[in-house]
């Protein structure tokens, strides 16, 4: 006979049941789909009530629709507002920015999947060991931009078009230290 879960087995089991990790997205993105409010938050209500207006309810189809979901952001427009949105979820309460380090676990999660050729490892890299201060909403924004249209090798980068400087100095710093 099967006994009654304390209060903490019961989350554990929810947790393991809903299999939504941690370690990459799909809690990001369930986020983005319900519309999360509160940064870094998801309430119980807020999480049903997202559920019964995306009309999941049971772990099986809300495993079956962050499938569809990951599936839809190889389509640029989906990733690029599942991305902008994740500055406002992943930032701290009343923050304007995020944090350096917060801004590459993001960036490892989201970006490293989906822009193979972009250096992300040496991006990271400058932001934690040079940088090394928060990075702001326009910065964040202007990342999705520079990772598409900007030669892995840097080779294509024109300061003129109006980057935001900590591009122009990523830029600068990779080509004096030659990493590219």
Request: charged content about 30%.
């Amino acid at each position: 006979m099967q006994g009654k879960l304390s209060g903490e087995e019961h989350k554990k089991k929810k947790k393991k049941d809903l299999a939504i990790s941690i370690d990459d997205d799909s809690l990001l993105l369930v986020a983005c789909r319900i519309q999360a409010s509160e940064p870094f938050k998801l309430g119980r209500s807020e999480f049903i009530n997202g559920m019964k207006s995306l009309g999941i309810d049971s772990v099986k189809k809300l495993k079956a629709e962050i499938s569809k979901w990951k599936s839809a952001l190889t389509d640029k427009r989906h990733f690029k507002y599942f991305y902008w949105f994740a500055f406002d979820w992943t930032r701290e309460e009343n923050a304007r920015v995020i944090q350096a380090e917060s801004a590459v676990e993001s960036w490892n999660v989201m970006l490293a999947p989906r822009c193979k050729s972009f250096p992300l490892a040496l991006w990271n890299e400058y932001v934690t060991t040079v940088h090394k201060k928060a990075i702001s909403k326009d910065a964040w924004k202007s990342l999705f931009d520079f990772i598409f249209s900007i030669a892995p090798d840097l080779s294509n980068y024109n300061e003129d078009e109006g980057w935001p400087v900590l591009m122009d100095e990523f830029v600068e710093w990779a080509k004096k230290e030659k990493r590219v």
